[in-house]
Every structure is written in C-alpha cells, then in structure tokens.
C-alpha cells in the first residue's frame, strides 16, 4: 500500500493503482478535465501507476502542461484517423503550422484530399473518441525504435533520432500505430473533447478547443495573408532540402552551414527588398507603420528596411512608439496593481496624431524621447521635418491599430506586420511552436542586455503572451506586407546561450517545467557557432554581434 496527501488528506492505496483511478476520484472538484499528475514534484502520465508514498496534485486542461498534453494526444488520434480512412499506413500527415486556432496538415500519398475526405476523417476521429481506446507508452532501445519507425515510413523520426544522445526512447502506440511525441500524452481517446476538421488549401484545418475554452472549438477568422506567409517559408525550407531538426542537423554535421546560412539570409535580404519596393512604389506613403510580438526582431527588420529604402533614394526616419508612452503615473494598472504597458491607453495617442498630422503638412516638430528610468516623456531638442523623400519608420506594438493612428489618411500608412513564424519541425508530427522560438530569443536577449534571468523571463512571458493576444494578433490581417523573421537555422544558433541560462533555473522554482522542456527540445538540435552569422542578421539581435544598435 502507498500512501497519497491530495489536498492536504493522506488516503491509502494499493501500489499499482493508476494516476488516472485517482484522478477520476477528484475529478468532480475541478471545472476541467484533469490530464495529468504532479506527484512528489514530478509530471507524471495519467496512465503512470503509483509505487510509492507521496503528494500528489492534478493538472487541468487549462494548465499550460494539460493543455499541450491535450493538444499532442488530438494530433496522434488525427494521424490514426488519416491513415484508416486513406486505408494506408504509409500515408504521411505533416503538422504543418498554426493557423489562428487550428493547425494546417499536409497529407502526402495516394489520396485527394477534399471536403469528402475531411468528413470522412472527421467521422473516424469521431469513432476514435467513442471507442476510448488505450494510449500505451513503452521505452524501447535506440535502435529497435528506429527500426520501428523505418518500417513505418517515418523517415524524419529516422533522421532526428540518428543525433539523439539518449540510448533509449519512449514511444507511444494506438492500435497499430506507433510513434513519438515530444512530451506527455492522455491515457486513452475518450478525453478530447471536441474538434473540427475542414479541407483547407489543399490540406486539412485540425481545430481543437483554446486553452480558455477547453469545452468547445472557437473557429478562427479567415487569415489568408498569415497562411500565404507561412507557405512562403516553408517552400524556403523545401528549397534548401530542410523540412525537419533531423534535414538540418545533416547539414551541419556535412560541413555546408556556412552556404546555408548565406542562402537563408538572402532569402530574407530580397524579402525585405521587395518590401521596399513596394513601398516605393506608392508614392503618398510616409508612414511606414511595423508591428509585430515579442521578440520579432522588429529593430532589426526597421534597420535593414531602411537601407534598402535609402536604395530607391528615400530618407528614412526611424520612430519608436515607446517614445510616446504616458507618464508613469498615468499609466493603467492591470488586476494585480501592476502597470499596463502594452493596452494602447498606455500611449499617448492624441499627442501621436497631431504631431504625425503636423509633419504630414510639412510642419517643423519637436519629437519626444521617454525616460525610462524617471517614467517621463522629456524633449531634448530632437526636431523632425519631412522633405519630398522623408518617410518615418514607426515601430511599435499597436502599429496596426487603426485606433494608434487615426487621424492620418489611410494613403499615407504602409502597415507591416513581422513574426517569428517557425516552420521548421522537430518531425513531421511534432511541430515548433512559435512562441518557443520567440520565448528562446527573449530568454537569451534579455539576460544579455537587461541583466534579466531565464527564471524572470519565463515568469513574465504569460503576461506577455496575453498583451499580444489583446493588441496585436487581432489586427495582423490589417497588415499591407508580412515579413517573417524566423531563420531556419536560428535554435542551433541560440542553444549554446540558452542552455546554461535554462540550467541556472532550480528544481524548487515554479519556471523549472518550462525550463525543462525547453532544455529537452533544445537537445535535438546540433550547435552552431553564433561567429558564422553576417553582422545584420537578424538573429544577431539577439545573440549579439549586431552592426545595428539593438
């Protein structure tokens, strides 16, 4: 017999007993369903048994943890459904890319993939729930797992597990298909939920539920300009032979990095000249209006754009949205007391427009410079006035806000909208979020510009997260142009500087899961030193070496 403390009650039971009896035993308590078990400070599967005494408490669908375990465990069900109704194991689904609330997938074999096909799928998905079948979980030896997912037909897992360091391998299995997921999993089909699976652009759209709304999907607007961004990276990728972790760790460990840093950086180089171009043509524009998340790497993208302006013979000026922040003490407070930075009443809006207005009629004006330090807008002297060929680059997270910028003629205005928008894959199945991209970037340039640890970093990043969700997602279709900023090879790049900063993060701290799990993804990657990249890459804004001030 263990003994088991939940909720401050130590109860009895019998060594073997499943996390999952437990959990249904307390499921009555919770609002969602409970996906898995923290247990004497450790995640554990629901469908992991008790051995030993100890504590235990249950992680929710609306945990960030059980939310991705619900997520994963719905992408095993939709490969399996795919290959039943196809009637073709060897049918090879691709986890491509999010799109708004639903993921677009691939399906490369002998089927068409229609609105027929999708209902099929979708029914069989349906079959999947009902029938609550087992999700088992095995670690098998290296090789034999290999040989498993050779036989299969999954030569990306056969690519990715070539560089894993580890001598063995945990795989899960649903009926006759085996595969690997990157983190935990439910212990059976029953407890998705809802879903929605739709033909889309010659692939499918999987929706599941939000996080918020873990009961019900939430369809997405149409975000066609994000999707044809996405699909222009990943032809990128398809181009230079890298759709996976495993195509690109090849690449280093054969020696030609160094030609494919070059080709990605001049991918970037003509995107952004063609940006420029566009620009240039509409001859009323003088605003050119850049918005973007968290670590986008939009000073960087500013910078090479205004070169490539100065090209077709405009001058530009760079202007940061920050510089118009309210006064400290006017700042709005969120729920916990603490400042609002990012809602736009945190910026001075009316001041914005008359002094844009005024330098739109050709009026000399004294532009603002925020203190950071004493929480005020100063002027120091910094006087702006456009000439013929004079456009300002205003960069900021409200820049395609409507509201930021109402006064100006919609002529004047060219909005850009630029994302770390990760393409790349660990494996055909386990895609790269793009927020952990974006969180990496942040984790390792704020400890070298700020000071700031990874443990503050990933504190702050919920809160981060939420900001862009209320004030940038929203307006990102507005966009004129989006420029995506990911780099296929940026992770190799920042592991080294992300690792030891991860590791500094101790087990007794509530950031240590998210740590963990970075630690673990980023161990599929081979290092790359940082010293190959060009002075203005954009990924050295965050790693460092950049020839911009950023």
Not at 465 to 479: D, H, L, S
Request: neutral net charge; contains cysteine; proline residues 3%.
């Amino acid at each position: 017999m263990a003994a088991i403390t939940i909720n401050g009650c130590t109860k009895v039971y019998a060594k073997g007993t499943s996390f999952e009896e437990i959990a249904k035993e307390y499921q009555h308590e919770y609002d969602h369903r409970i996906a898995a078990v923290l247990f004497n400070g450790k995640i554990r599967e629901l469908m992991k048994t008790v051995k030993k005494d100890g504590e235990l408490s249950f992680i929710t669908f609306t945990d960030n943890i059980g939310y991705k375990t619900m997520r994963r465990t719905a992408i095993m069900m939709l490969i399996k459904a795919v290959r039943d109704v196809g009637g073709d194991k060897n049918l090879k689904t691709r986890i491509e890319f999010t799109i708004g609330t639903g993921y677009y997938c691939t399906i490369k074999g002998d089927v068409d993939v229609d609105d027929d096909f999708a209902k099929k799928v979708s029914a069989r998905f349906q079959e999947l729930i009902d029938q609550k079948l087992p999700i088992t979980k095995k670690v098998y030896p290296l090789d034999d797992a290999i040989e498993i997912f050779r036989k299969q037909g999954m030569d990306d897992k056969v690519a990715l597990l070539k560089y894993r360091r580890s001598s063995e391998i945990n795989i899960y299995k649903l009926e006759d298909l085996y595969d690997y997921f990157y983190g935990y999993m439910l212990p059976n089909t029953s407890y998705i939920e809802d879903f929605k699976i739709d033909c889309y652009h010659g692939g499918l759209l999987f929706t599941l539920p939000t996080r918020q709304e873990t009961g019900k999907v939430v369809v997405s607007e149409p975000r066609e300009k994000l999707f044809s961004t996405m699909m222009l990276s990943s032809d990128w990728g398809n181009m230079m032979g890298i759709d996976n972790v495993g195509d690109l760790n090849n690449m280093i460990c054969e020696g030609r990095i160094n030609e494919m840093i070059l080709v990605q950086e001049a991918l970037q180089e003509s995107r952004i000249a063609d940006i420029a171009r566009k620009i240039f043509k509409r001859i009323d524009v003088k605003f050119v209006m850049i918005a973007g998340p968290s670590s986008s790497g939009k000073t960087s993208f500013a910078n090479r754009l205004s070169i490539q302006l100065r090209t077709y013979g405009l001058v530009p000026h760079p202007i940061s949205l920050d510089n118009y922040f309210v006064n400290r003490e006017n700042t709005p407070l969120n729920d916990d007391g603490s400042y609002n930075f990012e809602c736009l009443e945190a910026l001075d809006v009316e001041q914005f427009n008359k002094d844009m207005t005024r330098l739109l009629n050709g009026e000399r004006v004294e532009m603002p410079e925020f203190n950071f330090i004493t929480g005020k807008r100063e002027m120091n002297g910094d006087f702006l006035q456009l000439g013929k060929n004079d456009v300002l680059v205003i960069e900021g997270i409200h820049g395609l806000n409507e509201k930021m910028s109402y006064a100006l003629p919609a002529e004047s205005k060219f909005k850009i909208y630029i994302s770390c928008l990760t393409t790349l894959s660990i494996d055909n199945h386990n895609r790269i979020a793009t927020t952990d991209g974006r969180l990496l970037r942040r984790i390792v340039r704020d400890a070298r510009t700020r000071g700031a640890s990874a443990k503050k970093t990933i504190s702050m990043w919920g809160s981060v997260r939420a900001g862009e969700e209320a004030n940038i997602f929203p307006f990102q279709e507005e966009a004129d142009e989006m420029f995506n900023s990911a780099q296929i090879y940026e992770l190799a790049v920042i592991k080294p500087f992300a690792e030891p900063l991860l590791f500094s993060i101790g087990k007794d701290e509530p950031e240590y899961y998210e740590a963990k799990r970075l630690l673990k993804f980023l161990d599929y990657f081979v290092s790359v030193d940082s010293s190959m990249l060009p002075r203005n890459s954009i990924c050295r804004e965050f790693v460092g070496g950049s020839c911009f001030k950023v």
